[in-house]
C-alpha cells in the first residue's frame, strides 16, 4: 500500500522531542539518517558502544503515515503536540509501498573470493568466470539476515576460508559459523570441501536464512541459538561478530577450537584490533591481523 512521508531535519538534542511526536500523531515507521550523508562532512557510525544509540548531531527524520492521512491536519496536530518545536521546514509526499529488501537483491551481483569461491544471487545466471570445474558456487538469499558478501568484514573471512581450502586444510573438516548470518560462510566452508557446518546465531532470523539457503544450495547445516548449542569443539571456527562480541565471547569461542585448530575473527574496526590479539595471545598462536579498508580480521592457531 501507498504511503503519506514526512520529512524534517533536526538536531541530535531536539530528535527525541521530534520522535515522540510524530508518535503520539500515529506515525507507522520513524527512521533517522545522516543529514551530511554523502558529503564531505558524513561521519559513519559503524559499532556502538554497549547500552549506546549514537547519533549524528544533523539529522534527516522521515515518518511515514496511512496514504489518507491529511497532511494539514496531521501538521496542525503535531504543532498542538508540542509548540516549541519548528515545523515549518516539514515537507511531504506520497510514496509508493516497496519490497525493499527484493529491491535491493536486484542490484546483488556474484562476487569473487579468493581462487575459487563465489556469491551469485539465488536468481542470477551464473558469470562465465566462475564455470569451471573446481569453482566453489554459493547461491545466495540474504533474505532479513547479514551476510552477503557485500561487507568487508564478509568478504575477509571468505578469503580466508578460500585460502584454507587451497592449502588442504578445509577438506573433510567440520565448520563453525558463530554468528551465521545468512549462513554464507557455513555454506561457503562446505563448498569448498568442508564435511560439515555448524551455524549458531541469537537471531532466529538469521536461523531460518541460513536453513532456506542451505536448502538453496542442496546442503545441511546444523543450526541452534547460543543457548542450545552444545559445547563442542572443531577444527575450524570463524566469528563473523563486532568487537564488543569478540571481547565478551573470547572464552567460548576459544573453547570451541579444538587443539591444533584455526580461527578467524571478524567484525573488528581498525584501531580495535590490538586489544583483541592481546585478549586471545592467551590461547592461540601465530595470530595475524589483516586489513580490508576500515575492517580487521584476526587468525590464530589454537595451543
Known amino acids: 500500500m501507498p504511503f503519506l512521508e514526512l520529512t524534517l531535519r533536526c538536531t541530535e ?11 503520539d500523531v500515529g506515525a507507522l515507521s520513524v527512521t533517522l539518517l545522516d543529514a551530511d ?6 561521519r559513519a557510525i559503524l559499532e556502538p558502544g554497549v547500552g549506546e544509540t549514537p547519533l549524528w548531531g544533523e539529522l534527516i527524520l522521515t515518518a511515514l503515515f496511512d496514504a489518507d492521512t491529511n497532511a494539514l491536519a496531521l501538521l496542525a496536530a503535531l504543532e498542538s503536540f508540542d509548540p516549541g518545536l519548528e515545523w515549518s521546514g516539514v515537507s511531504f509526499r506520497a510514496v509508493a509501498d516497496e519490497d525493499w529488501e527484493r529491491a535491493w537483491l536486484d542490484t546483488f551481483q556474484p562476487m569473487s573470493f579468493g581462487r575459487r569461491t563465489w556469491i551469485v544471487p ?9 564455470q569451471v570445474a573446481d569453482a566453489a558456487i554459493v547461491r545466495l538469499d540474504p533474505g532479513l539476515a547479514f551476510g552477503s558478501g557485500t561487507h568487508p568484514t564478509t568478504a575477509l573471512c571468505l578469503r580466508w576460508l578460500d585460502q584454507l581450502a587451497d592449502e588442504g586444510k578445509l577438506a573433510g573438516q567440520t565448520v563453525l559459523d558463530f554468528g551465521c548470518g545468512s549462513g554464507i560462510l557455513a555454506l561457503a566452508a562446505l563448498k569448498l570441501g568442508a564435511a560439515a557446518a555448524v551455524g549458531v546465531d541469537n537471531d532466529p532470523q ?13 546442503v545441511s547445516i546444523a543450526t541452534y541459538l547460543p543457548e542450545d548449542e552444545p559445547a563442542d569443539t572443531y577444527p575450524v571456527v570463524v566469528a563473523n561478530i563486532l568487537a564488543v562480541a569478540l571481547d565478551a565471547l573470547a572464552e567460548v569461542l576459544a573453547s570451541r577450537v579444538a587443539t591444533g ?20 595471545a592467551q590461547w592461540f598462536d601465530d595470530l595475524v591481523a589483516t ?13
Not at 550523508?37 to 558524513?42: I, Q, V
Open 13 to 23: 538534542t531536539t530528535q527525541p522531542r521530534y520522535e515522540n511526536a510524530l508518535d
Open 37 to 42: 550523508a554523502d558529503t564531505s562532512n558524513e
Open 122 to 130: 539465488w536468481n542470477h545466471e551464473l558469470p562465465d568466470a566462475a
Open 206 to 218: 538469521a536461523i531460518i536464512a541460513t536453513h532456506d539457503n542451505g536448502q538453496r544450495n542442496g
Open 261 to 280: 585448530g584455526v580461527i578467524a575473527l571478524s567484525g573488528i574496526l581498525h584501531g580495535q584490533e590490538d586489544e583483541l590479539l592481546q585478549r586471545y
Open 291 to 303: 586489513q580490508d579498508g576500515d575492517w580487521m580480521r584476526i587468525t590464530g592457531r589454537r595451543r
